[in-house]
C-alpha cells in the first residue's frame, strides 16, 4: 500500500499560520491613539500652552492639529515621528495662528504606527470646543484694612468679572492666595513680613488674579503702612551652652563640626529649612474662617520673649550671628497644659529642627497657629479641636533650654506677630468689623 505524502497537509497549516500572523498584525490595533488635551476647561489665550498627551501601544506615528471654525480648517501644528514611542508629549500655542476670539473647534488627527489600513495605521480624531479670551479679569477691591503695622497682618475682600484660576496679594513677588467665598467674592489675609520697612511695602505690594484661559492682572494695592519698632538683644555665647546645644541637637548638624559651628549651622541653615516646611505646611488651610473671637493664649502665663526680638550673638566678644524670634515665648509651670488658641483642624503634628515637637492648627484662609517646644502632642493631624481644648504640654524639646510654649501665628505661611490675634478690639477694627462692612 502506497503511503499518503505528508507535505501537503504540512504546507496547508503552515498557510494557515502564516495567515493568522498576518491578520494578527494587521488587526490586533484597530483603535488610534487615546489623546488628552490640557487645559480641561477649554478656555486659553493665544499665549497659553496647549498640551496632549497622546498614547497607543503600536506607538505615535505623527499628530496635525488645526481650528476650525465655520467649517474651515486651519492647520497650526503637525509633526511626524521616526522613532514610534507608545507615549508622545506635544505643546503648541494660537500665538501666530491669527485667530479672532470667540469659540472655535480644536481638531486633533493623531495616528499610530500599527500595521492597520496596509500599513497606514490607525487615525482617531478628536474635536474640542475651546474659546479664545485675550482679555485679563477685572477686579473690584471691596474691603481694605485701615492700616497694616510691621510684622502685622491684614485682610482684603474682593471681586471678579469672571472665574479665576487664582488669585491673592504679591508682597514683592511672594504670593499670598486669596479664597473663593459662597458669595462669588474672595478673600485674602496678608501679612507685613517683619523684614520690610513701611515704606518697602507699600511700593511692593499688589493685588493679581489669573482667570481660566491664563490671562493676567495686576495692580498696585494701597495701604497704610505703619512701622512697628523691634527689640533687639545682645547674647554672649558661653561654651558651656554651646556644648549644651551639640550634645541636644547634633543630629541637627553634619558630623564633626565644633560646638560654635554646630550652633551657628542649627540657627541658620536649620532655621531656614524649617521656615521653609512651615510654608509647606500653610498650603494645607480650609477656604472658609474656622475660628472666632479672639486667640487664647497659656494661661496664667508670663512672657520671656516677644515677636520680632532681634538677637545678635557674640563669641569671644566678636558678632558671630542674628536671628529674629517670630512668636511668643509663654512660660507657666512645667508641663502646663496648652490649649488651642482659637477652633480649627490640626494640619501638622511632629518633630521640626528647631521647634522641636510641633502643632499647627489651620483657622482657615491661610490663617494658622503653631505651638512649638511641646513636651508631648495629644492630638492628631486631621482631628477638629475646639478653642481650649488641650493639644499637648509644654516642654524643652528643640532649640529651647526652659519649660516654655512658642506661640507662633501664620499668615500667608509667613509668621507674624501674635499680639494682634489676642487683641479683640484689633480683629473687630481690622478683620471681622471690616468684613462686616463690605457685606460679607
Not at 9 to 17: D, E, G, K, P
Not at 132 to 142: G, M, Y
Request: charged letters at 20%; proline letters at 4%; hydrophobic letters at 40%.
Amino acid at each position: 500500500m502506497r503511503k499518503k505524502s505528508i507535505f501537503p497537509t504540512f504546507l496547508m497549516f503552515f498557510i494557515v499560520a502564516l495567515l493568522g500572523a498576518g491578520g494578527y498584525a494587521f488587526f490586533k490595533d484597530l483603535d488610534g491613539p487615546l489623546v488628552e488635551v490640557a487645559p480641561k476647561n477649554g478656555r486659553v489665550s493665544a499665549n497659553t500652552d496647549i498640551t496632549l498627551q497622546m498614547q497607543d501601544p503600536s506607538g505615535i506615528r505623527s499628530v496635525t492639529v488645526g481650528i476650525r471654525r465655520n467649517n474651515v480648517l486651519s492647520v497650526i501644528y503637525s509633526k511626524h515621528y521616526d522613532e514610534h514611542l507608545p507615549q508622545r508629549e506635544a505643546a503648541f500655542s494660537l500665538k501666530d495662528s491669527k485667530l479672532r476670539e470667540g469659540a472655535f473647534d480644536l481638531e486633533i488627527r493623531a495616528t499610530d504606527a500599527s500595521l492597520a489600513g496596509f500599513g497606514q495605521g490607525n487615525t482617531r480624531t478628536v474635536q474640542i470646543p475651546m474659546r479664545l479670551d485675550s482679555q485679563p479679569p477685572r477686579i473690584s477691591v471691596k474691603t481694605l484694612p485701615p492700616n497694616i503695622r510691621r510684622g502685622g497682618a491684614a485682610v482684603i475682600r474682593y471681586v471678579a468679572d469672571e472665574e479665576l484660576r487664582s488669585s491673592g496679594v504679591l508682597i514683592a513677588g511672594y504670593f499670598v492666595p486669596g479664597y473663593l467665598q459662597k458669595d462669588g467674592s474672595h478673600i485674602c489675609f496678608f501679612p507685613f513680613p517683619y523684614s520690610m520697612t513701611a515704606s518697602q511695602f507699600k511700593n511692593a505690594l499688589e493685588i493679581t488674579a489669573t482667570d481660566l484661559a491664563g490671562n493676567v492682572s495686576k495692580s498696585r494695592l494701597s495701604v497704610s503702612a505703619l512701622e512697628r519698632n523691634f527689640t533687639s538683644d545682645k547674647i554672649t555665647l558661653t561654651d558651656k551652652f554651646l556644648l549644651s546645644v551639640q550634645q541636644k541637637l547634633h543630629n541637627l548638624a553634619p558630623q564633626g563640626l565644633d560646638p560654635l559651628s554646630c550652633y551657628l549651622y542649627i540657627n541658620k541653615d536649620v532655621r531656614a529649612a524649617n521656615v521653609r516646611q512651615l510654608f509647606e505646611i500653610s498650603k494645607d488651610t480650609a477656604s472658609a474662617m474656622l475660628w472666632s473671637g479672639t486667640f487664647a493664649r497659656l494661661p496664667r502665663s508670663a512672657s520671656r520673649a516677644g515677636y520680632g526680638d532681634h538677637r545678635f550673638f557674640y563669641y569671644q566678644d566678636k558678632l558671630v550671628g542674628e536671628a529674629y524670634h517670630l512668636g511668643f515665648d509663654l512660660a507657666s509651670v512645667r508641663h502646663a497644659p496648652i490649649p488651642a488658641a482659637n477652633s480649627g483642624r490640626v494640619v501638622f503634628t511632629g518633630e521640626v529642627g528647631i521647634y522641636g515637637n510641633l502643632v499647627v492648627i489651620d483657622h482657615g484662609l491661610g490663617l494658622m497657629s503653631l505651638y512649638s517646644h511641646l513636651n508631648d502632642i495629644i492630638v492628631k493631624s486631621g482631628e477638629l479641636v475646639s478653642k481650649g481644648q488641650t493639644i499637648g504640654h509644654t516642654g524643652t524639646t528643640g532649640l529651647a533650654f526652659g519649660d516654655h510654649l512658642h506661640l507662633g501665628i501664620l499668615v500667608g505661611g509667613m509668621e507674624v506677630t501674635p499680639l494682634e490675634w489676642i487683641d479683640a478690639k484689633w480683629i473687630r477694627d481690622n478683620i471681622t468689623g471690616r468684613l462686616k462692612a463690605s457685606g460679607f
